[in-house]
């Protein structure tokens, strides 16, 4: 999909949305990052990333929060965007046990505003950020999108989980193509200061001890940026289509009458933290005080990603494992941090 158009993306000063934006504006794409630059976590972080990305000149930047209804109608107004990526949200599964409402204004009535906008302006295809953590406490492994996912654990979890059903409606009623995107514990250079690796490694490079959850027995699809950013800019190009096989007797979750989709991003290499936290050590050059402690409410066991679906559309799934992706973050945060 080629157009003169623009490429909007929101959370354009996020993680995956500074290096997505990234990516798109070196292939020489006209790219209008949005975002709120809220204080979830370190701003400054989100600044630094924003101002790699103004010096490209195809870039523009919107300062505005998805909730605010006529300020993303303005945007999709002024803008009139080909394609959408919607990766501004509220994250975290333990914030949301103590900010539940936040989740509701961003994560909910953002995502109808971006909807909306896309309704108005005729976007061709809207790529949106789901999550694995949708899956809750299902044990069957691999985790696939065709596969039924209705019992979340966290209300986070719940917010992406009616984002794909939000989504499928405007497919049905509107024609707008969407197509959801499960994320599988994304890290690496530039990433959330919220995350486990980048509280691990500031722990233990301060003698500190860190919290190791389910005993570090904990199995994670840690999933590199790299990969997941190739994968985002492949779907893009893919809008989502109708299924022609779908049939209300046995109703695939994953795909519709309407174009719609939902795949998995992940590395489909399931790790366990213990493992995570060895490779970690071994970048660092330095030892862990591990405090083992029991599973968080609202944290699932395990993740394990099938993306069957994602590699029979756009040819490609992730395949950079945590030892060549864990030192690379650990280079980063060096770098930036001077540590």
């Known amino acids: 999909m080629t157009s003169s158009r623009p490429i909007l993306i929101t959370g354009a000063a996020g993680f995956i949305g500074f290096h997505l934006c990234q990516r798109l504006l070196a292939e020489g794409r006209q790219v209008v990052g949005l975002d ?4 979830y976590y370190d701003v400054t972080l989100k600044q630094a990333r924003l101002e790699r990305l103004k010096a490209f000149p195809d870039f523009h930047f919107e300062h505005v929060d998805l909730a605010d209804r006529d300020g993303i109608s303005g945007v999709f107004a002024s803008v009139a965007p080909q ?7 509220q994250a975290g599964v333990r914030y949301s046990l103590v900010n539940p409402h936040l989740y509701a204004q961003s994560n909910l009535n953002g995502f109808l505003n971006i909807l909306e906008g896309c309704r108005q302006a005729s976007v061709g295809h809207l790529v949106y950020a789901s999550s694995s953590s949708i899956y809750g406490g299902s044990t069957r492994m691999p985790f696939s999108v065709h596969d039924s996912a209705d019992h979340p654990l966290s209300l986070y979890a719940a917010s992406k989980k009616a984002n794909e059903l939000m ?10 193509p969407t197509t959801g995107l499960r994320f599988f514990t994304v890290y690496g250079p530039w990433g959330r200061p919220d995350m486990a690796l980048f509280i691990f490694t500031k722990a233990i490079l301060a003698g500190q001890p860190i919290d190791v959850f389910n005993h570090g027995n904990m199995q994670r699809d840690f999933t590199y940026i790299d990969d997941i950013v190739e994968g985002v800019a492949r779907v893009m ?16 979750p994953a795909t519709s009458t309407a174009p719609f989709r939902i795949h998995n991003i992940g590395d489909s290499s399931p790790v366990e933290l213990s493992r995570l936290i060895d490779v970690l050590e071994d970048a660092l050059g330095r030892k862990a005080i591990r405090n083992l402690m029991p599973l968080q409410p609202g944290d699932v066991p395990a993740t394990y990603a ?34």
């Open 83 to 89: 394609i959408v990526v919607n990766l501004a949200a």
């Open 237 to 252: 190009q893919h809008p989502a289509t109708p299924n022609p096989d779908w049939t209300s007797a046995a109703p695939d």
């Open 167 to 176: 989504a499928h409606t405007y497919s049905h009623l509107f024609g707008l």
């Open 306 to 339: 099938d993306v069957a679906s994602l590699e029979a559309v756009i040819g490609f799934k992730p395949r950079i494992p945590i030892e060549i992706g864990v030192p690379r973050f650990v280079q980063w945060y060096r770098d930036f941090y001077q540590v």
């Open 36 to 39: 709120s630059m809220n204080e």
